[in-house]
T-cell receptor, first 118, second 113 residues
């Protein structure tokens, strides 16, 4: 159980285009999903917290107009990198929390999406 | 000072050795402690989840939490080359769904055949 998928796994795009990344919880409902960014040999950097049916909460320094997050259902959140530039090239990872307190639960991570902007 | 400190390594040990990975933290409010394993170019995978102080064992893995010292450890027995990965400690105050995790920087571990 607790499987999270991401699509696509890898994307290459031209500078100035927009890229959408999907994050799905496959066997549980997640009221909250998280989006992270990871540079090579570095730890995870939280970008935003995605709440189903409401606006995402962005971390300090993350541009909300550049990184659009939509969490339209309890199993799907999307991250759109608008007008991508080479400095946006990175490994983007989502996580989802089942949100149940009756058993051990924490964040489960997707496999990540590698974005390369040319 | 970072909230969570973790030796980034890299750490190389021979196959079959016992591996000890550690994190220290400064926020005494942390109650939930996790260890994630991340292979290169993959998302983190939850290995161990513990609440408050104590030990938890799962196969070759043992997690220890010492809240009085603000110190957590992950032990790997009979280490295998497949254990080569980056290990991230993470912690939180509650396990509410919308709570952020605070991560260590990760320790890169290599098991030498």
């Amino acid at each position: 159980g607790a499987v999270v998928s991401q699509h696509p796994s890898r994307v290459i795009c031209k500078s100035g285009t927009s890229v959408k990344i999907e994050c799905r919880s496959l066997d549980f409902q997640a009221t909250t999903m998280f989006w992270y960014r990871q540079f090579p040999k570095q730890s995870l950097m939280l970008m935003a917290t995605s709440n189903e049916g409401s606006k995402a909460t962005y971390e300090q320094g993350v541009e909300k107009d550049k990184f659009l997050i939509n969490h339209a259902s309890l199993t799907l959140s999307t991250l759109t990198v608008t007008s991508a530039h080479p400095e946006d090239s990175s490994f983007y990872i989502c996580s989802a929390h089942p949100g149940q307190l009756s058993r051990e639960e924490t964040q489960y991570f997707g496999p990540g999406t590698r974005l390369l902007v040319l | 000072q970072k909230e969570v400190e973790q030796d980034p390594g890299p750490l190389s040990v021979p196959e079959g050795a016992i591996v000890s990975l550690n994190c220290t933290y400064s926020n005494s409010a942390f109650q939930y402690f996790m260890w994630y394993r991340q292979y290169s170019r993959k998302g983190p995978e939850l290995l161990m989840y513990t609440y408050s102080s104590g030990n938890k064992e799962d196969g070759r893995f043992t997690a220890q939490v010492d809240k009085s010292s603000k110190y957590i450890s992950l032990f790997i027995r009979d280490s295998q080359p497949s254990d080569s990965a980056t290990y991230l400690c993470a912690m939180s105050i509650s396990n509410f769904g919308n709570e952020k995790l605070t991560f260590g920087t990760g320790t890169r571990l290599t098991i030498i055949p």
